[in-house]
Structures are given as C-alpha cells and as structure tokens.
C-alpha cells in the first residue's frame, strides 16, 4: 500500500522513491512492474539536474539488466526491456574500462535487434552502430566496417532523416577506410554526395557540408595516389567556397556544420597523428559522442603531454631544424586538431579557444617551407587547408578562400 501510494501522489517523486516502490510492486506484480522497475533504475542512474552519474550507476545498470532477463520471455515488451538495460549497462562498462564485457553486451544487443528483425522482416538497424563503434574501439576494422555496411543498406533507402544518415556515412567512410577497403571507402562517398544532392534539392542543402566533404575526399585520393583526381575534387570545393564567399552559407542549422567539420578533422589528422596511448583506438570519422567512454578522456588528455612536447621540441627546432622543424610542424598539427575537437565538442566558444592555434601552425608551417621549399611545400598546403576549414566553420569564408587557394598554389594546382 505505501508503494502504490508513493505512486499515486501527486507531486514530486525523487527516483530512488520510484525504484523503491517499483522493487516492491514487481514481486507481486511481475509483468506490471518489472518493465517500469528497469526503467527506473537506468533513470537513477544519472541525475539529469546535476549532470553527474550516480556513485552506483553501474550496480543499477547491472540491476535492471536482471530485472529485465527476469521477464516472462513470452511478454511483448522484453526484448525492448531488455535492449534498454544493457544499451545502459554497456556505457557504464565503458566508462570503467571493462571494454570486453561492454562488446559482450553490445553484441547480445545486436542479436536482439536481430530477433525483432526477423520476426517484423525488416532490416536491421538497431544495435549495429554501438557493435560496429566497439570493434573499432578493439581495432577490429574488417568486422566493423561489414556492420557499418549493414547499417547503411538498412538506412539509405529510407533517407536522410534530421542528419542521422550523415553521420553514419561518415562513420561508414571512416570504418571502410581503416579496414584497408579504399575502392569501397571512395565508392561509400558517391552515397554521401548523393544524399547531399536530394537534401540540396529538398531546399535543405548545407553547403559548408558538402565543401568539407570534398576536402575530406580530395585527401582521401591522396592518401590512395589518386593525385590527379584530387586536384579536380579541389577544383570543385573552390568553385563551391568562391560562391559562398561571395553569397555566404545561405542555410545554418547552427552548430552542425561546425560539428560535422570537427568529425572530418580528426580524420584529416589522423594519418600523421602517432600521438597516442595504448589504451583503447578512437576512430577517425565518428563524433565524438560514439567514442569509447574510456578512450575519450586519453585522447583529449592526451593534448597536455602534446603542448609539453612542442615546448620542449620549439628550441631544438630553431637550433637545428634540419632534424627537428619537420616533427615540431606535425606534432603541433596534432595538437591543433586535438584542441579543436576538444572544444567544439563542448562550447560554441571553442573558436576563441583554438584560433591562436590554427595562426600559429600555418606561421610554422611556413617556416617548414622557407627552410626546406621542396619538402615543405605539400605540407604547408595541408595546414592551409586546416585553417581554410576553420575559417569555414567560423564563417569567415573570405579568409577561407584565401588560404585554400594559398594551399592550390603550393600544391601546384592554382589556375
């Protein structure tokens, strides 16, 4: 009676009230209550007013997936029960670094989603992206990217829907690429254009997109020694950033273009990025919000031992930068995409944070080119190309051009 009571009140009910009540109702109304029960630990769990996890999140996450396994396996709702528990249990794990446990979970997830499929005959999209994040957490990149193929086929036909198929291209681009599969990666990217030209034509089209997607493209035929038609990729994001340096973004959708830029910017840094601990991967091509819990924090932290590192390298370089110029310009770019990513990530000031950055890696770079002018040259045009994106996202797209043709020119394809 005080649990039914405690529900029917009106007024305000903390969640551990809840979840008291519910543990009571459920042993005498199973089917009723354990539903509502797993539900209301994953909400205690996380305390939406402060923001933080509960001391316990994990023991309660670990609770509701037995509550939810304790479900009649013949009730309706268990499968979506049961999906929900160990869709929160599997980011606590995470977060306390007990990764393989986590996959486990996500693979029971995905063999769920894989149950309801069958039974509805539909493709399956539920639970594929979090087992195709967890592979490329662990470095299986073949695996993860037959998930992510998957997952596109599932969601392509039904199109783009409030930017959820663009992100999970991107992730598609990014798994095909470290999987080795680099025809698939620059065949996946005529689906990414494809879809940029129906949201275009459904007056919907983000142009700031759409150019970074090309330089992104541009410098993936790069890496595969497909020069020439990079140079005529480049080609066309210039003609796409004259016009919007002449008109300007003619639709925003305020913080995602430049959260989609922040994506492509850890692939453009990841090829010469060695910086890194021997924890857990962090895949280029996916936001941020689809990293590993416990992958995150070392490759944002990792920007401290980066900036003692450039310190430390700044003097030899100008004593000796025969030896020593070229690894502080990489290293700097390194901390320079870390930073941005970092702060786009977490305030729509982050330009005021790391503008100083992008000056100063192109002022090095610079120096890299005075000193060396053959050797130099590519990669001065790749920080170029950098800041030119960041101008883009700052929507300061005159500056942008600036640089990008700058970066045409030593790259030898100015007009």
């Known amino acids: ?41 994953q909400r205690l769990s996380y305390d939406t007013g402060t923001g933080k996890w509960h001391p316990s999140a994990l023991a309660l996450c670990e609770e509701a997936v037995a509550v939810a396994r304790s479900m009649d396996p013949a009730e309706p709702t268990r499968a979506d029960a049961l999906y929900g528990a160990l869709n929160s249990c599997q980011r606590q794990l995470y977060r306390v670094g007990r990764r393989a446990e986590g996959l486990a979970m996500r693979a029971e997830m995905l063999a769920i989603s894989r149950a309801q499929a069958g039974l509805s005959r539909t493709p399956v999209a539920g639970g594929l992206h979090e087992w195709a994040a967890g592979l490329s957490v662990e470095g299986r990149y073949a695996e993860a990217a037959d998930a992510m193929t998957e997952l596109v086929a599932a969601l392509v036909p039904h199109g783009p ?134 992958g995150k924090p070392g490759y944002f932290d990792s920007r401290h031992a980066l900036r003692e590192e450039v310190d430390a390298l700044a003097p030899r370089a100008t004593a000796d930068p025969d030896r020593h110029l070229a690894e502080l310009v990489r290293l700097y770019r390194a901390l320079t995409i870390r930073s941005a990513v970092y702060w786009q990530n977490r305030t729509h000031m982050f330009r005021e944070e790391v503008r100083s950055l992008f000056d100063d890696g192109v002022d090095l770079a610079r120096r890299l080119f005075r000193h060396d002018p053959a050797g130099g040259a590519r990669t001065l045009a790749r920080i170029l190309i950098d800041r030119s994106t960041f101008r883009i996202a700052d929507c300061e797209f005159g500056p942008a051009l600036d640089d990008f043709r700058q970066a045409l020119t030593h790259l030898g394809e100015a007009d």
Not at 190 to 197: A, K, N, P, R, V
Request: glycine share 8%; net charge negative.
């Open 1 to 41: 009676m005080r649990a039914r009571n405690v529900l029917l009140a009106s007024g305000y009910r903390s969640p551990r009230e809840e979840v008291d009540a519910y543990r009571v109702l459920a042993q005498v109304g199973p089917a009723s209550y354990l539903p509502l029960l797993a539900k209301a630990l």
């Open 161 to 294: 829907s409030s930017g959820g198929l663009a992100w999970s291209l991107l992730d598609w681009i990014a798994a095909l690429h470290n999987a080795g599969r680099s025809g698939e990666a620059l065949a996946a990217f005529e689906t990414l254009f494809s879809m940029q030209d129906v949201e275009a034509a459904n007056g919907r089209g983000l142009p700031a997109c759409r150019l970074y997607s090309l330089i992104w493209y541009a410098q993936m035929l790069d890496m595969y020694d497909r020069g020439e038609q990079a140079a005529l990729v480049r080609q066309e994001a210039l003609a796409l950033l004259t016009e919007l340096a002449d008109t300007g973004e003619r639709t925003t959708w305020g913080s995602y273009e430049a959260a989609f830029w922040a994506v492509l910017l850890t692939f453009s840094g990841a090829e010469s990025d060695r910086f890194a601990s021997d924890g857990p991967c962090t895949a280029s091509g996916a936001a941020p919000m689809q990293w590993s819990p416990d």
